[in-house]
Structure formats: C-alpha cells, structure tokens
C-alpha cells in the first residue's frame, strides 16, 4: 500500500484522471496504455506488506531470489496491518529565499515535513483503511483513505469538506464511450492481479540480474510486538557514478536479454491484456532487432546523460534496505535519498527518508479495516471536483473581465458628464469664435 499512496498523489498533482476533454483526447492511446495500467494495478496490491515470523532462514539463497520471493508471497495473505513514516527536507538558505520568492513561500513547508500512515488491509479482499497524519510549516493535516476495490478509492481529508471518490473503472469507461474503443480490462481481485505481478516480479528479477547488494546482513528491528531478527538486504550508493553505473548495467540488461521477449508474451500477461495487444506483439525476431538497436542508440546517448544527469543532481546516498523474516515475508523497507538538486542557478540540498514496517500478518480482523461513509450529499467524484475547478478559475476569469466593462462604462459616463458641463458652461460664457475652437480641440484631447 505504500507504493498505492505515492500512485494516489501523483494522480492528484499530475492531474493525470482530467475531465471528459482530456480523456477523449486520450483515448486514442487507450490500446498503448493496457500494458502499463495492469502492471501499475499489480504494483498497488504487491505494496499490501506482509510480515511474521522468527530467525531468518534465507540467507543460503541469493538476495534477487528472496525478494522475488518475498514479493511474490504477498498474495497469500489473509491480512496484514503496517506503519509508515516518511520524512522531508529541503535546505533553502535564508539568501535563497530572498532572491527567489516562490521559494521563500514553500521553504517552511519543506523543512522537516513529516508523513505518517497506519493501515489494516484485508489483502485477500482488497480492501483497506489507514489514517495519515502530515506535519508541514508548523501545520499538521489529518485524512483517512479506505480502499473498496482494485478500483476504487475514497479520500477524506482536511483539505477538503467532501469525501472525493476516485474510481478509476468509471473512468476508463468516460473515455472508452468518448474515443469509441473498448475500455481495458481492469482488475476486480487480487486472483485477478496475481498472475500480472508474478510475471512483473520476474521481468524486474531479469533487468536488474547481476546487481548484488552493497551489504548482507542479520539485524534486530523492533515491532510493536517485539524485535525480530530479519535478513536485511541492502542497495546503497554514494555518488553519481555509482548510480550511473548501476543505470547503464540495468539498460544493457534489458536490452539484451532474450528471455525478456518471453516474459512479455507470456500467455497469461496476453490474456489478460487481450486479442488486439496480441495481435500487436512483433515477433521475437524483430523485437530483439529493436532492442539491438535501441542498445547502440543509447550507447551513444550514454555521455550525454551523465552530463545532463550531473548537472541536475549531485547523489549523496542512494539507499533501499529490504529486511526478509524467517518465513520470507518482507517486513521491513527503509528508502533514503540524501543530495543536491540543481535547478535555474539554485542548488537545494535535499533529503527523503521513508521507513516501512509490516506486522500482525493474517491477523487483522474484518472490523478493523473501517471504511468511510458516503452519501450523495457529501462526496463528489474526482471528475467531478477537477471540472470544478477548472470552471472556477474560468469562472474567476469572466468575473475579472465584467469588472473591467464596468470601469468602462464608468469611463463613458464620466466622459459624458464633462461634454454636459463643458457644453452648459459653453453656453454660460458665450465664447468668442477663437475661445470655442480652443475648447473643441480640448474635448478632442481628451476622448483620444
């Protein structure tokens, strides 16, 4: 579910769910989007975290095959309960912030941000509720999140006085109806998810083949319900080059891996995926011709990006531990990135932190996992609330310009009254033929 939240604010920052327009305009690209929605689909329930067990016992196998592994157990599970705790840092000097002043408005809310989320999930019916809590400039914020289905998500928060339920089933039906092309195949259960991130486990297994951990070892991390001996397996990297070394490895795998092809085509993935992305598949000669030459391209491209990757970022740390039970489960994530990113002249030391720990496996109880209560009265679908403010700021819009015909006309009345005056006036003095000529030129100055 952690990697589900990271989806959810994406989708609300990148405004990537639009209204009927945009997604008409999208739905022609329907057929190029089944693979990355199922897979996208398969990422949310495989972040459903697992967790219970005693001394680690998988430390005679490779460190791929037990996280492979570990992944993959997930869809076993009854239900689980996890705690996240997530931690933001921007560094923005005081002179930052009086030259930039965008910056100088968000820097109290990038210093020491802090995210927690507590959630119980019924994984085999995927389901789940978790509270967040988020502190930020000296403000905290409080929400509650309840999963009904694959698809479907209910958000209530401070931010906002209705309950904002995203469905995405009903949104791929909009622009199914819109373009004209028969909407994909989204999953309704995790039986429905599980042969998509077996086959997705496998294809991250081939690209990242060959990269071994930095360190291996047994370590304690304490639960709720105690401490627990895990094998803790640990990616860590301290500078660029290291992490471009790690990108070039990882792209001269996939490109020349055979086996790749095969994992793509396998007939669950295809079947799942449908007639038209089948019949769509080249052949595995052609895509391995592709991959070849995709390879030579990015050879040549390769200086390029360090360049461009260096002028953009200076990597501090790099760091995703993994901490596996004796029973396999993963119980334990911590994620840290710790640098400097460049950007028009500013350079932001920043630095993300994200720690994940899984208990109560197949424990959680059906009353446990809440959900929220919805009524027509008090929600509104993110569709909905999207046009909505779109036809607010167009509404702000029109607002701005009738108050700009109003100052007009007042214009005109106020040119009005002063041609009565003058001509009153005019008529009071009974001016000479030079005077009133004088006068006229006057008046013509100031309706230009």
């Keep these: 579910m952690l990697k589900l939240f990271n989806i959810t604010v994406r989708i609300k920052a990148d405004k990537r769910f639009m209204p009927k327009r945009y997604l008409a305009k999208q739905g022609g690209n329907m057929k190029n989007k089944k693979v990355s929605i199922l897979l996208a689909f398969a990422l949310v329930f495989t972040t459903l975290l697992t967790a219970c067990g005693s001394e680690p016992k998988t430390a005679s196998k490779p460190a791929g095959e037990v996280l492979s592994e570990a992944v993959k157990k997930q869809f076993d599970l009854e239900s689980a309960h996890f705690v996240m705790e997530g931690m933001l840092n921007v560094d923005i000097s005081d002179e930052q912030a009086s030259a930039d002043p965008s910056l100088a408005m968000v820097a109290p809310f990038l210093k020491e941000a802090k995210l927690t989320i507590d959630q119980n999930s019924m994984v085999k019916d995927s389901k789940a509720y978790m509270m967040v809590e988020a502190e930020a400039g000296g403000q905290k914020f409080t929400g509650e999140v309840a999963m009904e289905s694959p698809t479907k998500m ?95 490895k990882v792209m001269n795998n996939y490109f020349d891996s055979e086996k790749m092809y095969d994992l793509i085509t396998d007939e669950k ?80 030391p920043i630095k993300i932190s994200l720690v994940q720990k899984a208990d109560n496996i197949n424990a959680v109880k059906a009353e446990d996992v809440k959900t929220i209560e919805v009524t027509e009265e008090n929600s509104i679908n993110l569709e909905e609330l999207i046009m909505q403010q779109m036809m607010g700021g167009m509404q702000m819009d029109m607002d701005a310009s009738e108050d700009m ?44």
């Design 154 to 248: 209910l958000v209530k928060s401070d931010l906002y006085p209705q309950v904002i339920v995203i469905d995405t089933k009903q949104m791929m039906e909009t622009a199914s109806q819109m373009s004209g092309q028969a909407a994909p195949a989204l999953p309704t259960s995790m039986a429905d998810l599980k042969p998509v991130v077996d086959v997705s486990v496998d294809i991250m297994s081939e690209i990242f083949k060959g990269v071994e951990p930095t360190s291996r070892e047994a370590k304690e991390i304490e639960f709720a319900s105690g401490k627990e001996s895990l094998d803790m397996i640990t990616y860590s990297y301290k500078s660029n080059d290291e992490v471009l070394a790690l990108v070039e």
């Design 405 to 448: 015909e109003e100052d007009d006309m007042m214009e005109d009345e106020d040119m009005a009254d002063l041609e009565a005056e003058l001509e009153e006036l005019d008529n009071e003095l009974e001016l000479t033929d030079e005077e009133q000529e004088a006068l006229d030129a006057l008046m013509s100055e100031d309706e230009e």
């Design 269 to 348: 993935m295809m079947k799942l995926l449908g007639e038209d992305a089948k019949a769509n598949m080249p052949t595995k000669e052609q895509y391995l011709e592709t991959m070849k030459q995709a390879k030579e391209m990015a050879k040549g491209q390769m200086d390029m990006m360090k360049e461009e990757f260096a002028k953009a970022v200076d990597v501090k740390e790099l760091t995703l531990a993994m901490g596996i039970d004796g029973e396999g489960n993963m119980r334990y994530t911590n994620m840290v990135f710790d640098g400097v990113v460049k950007q028009d002249g500013q350079e932001l």
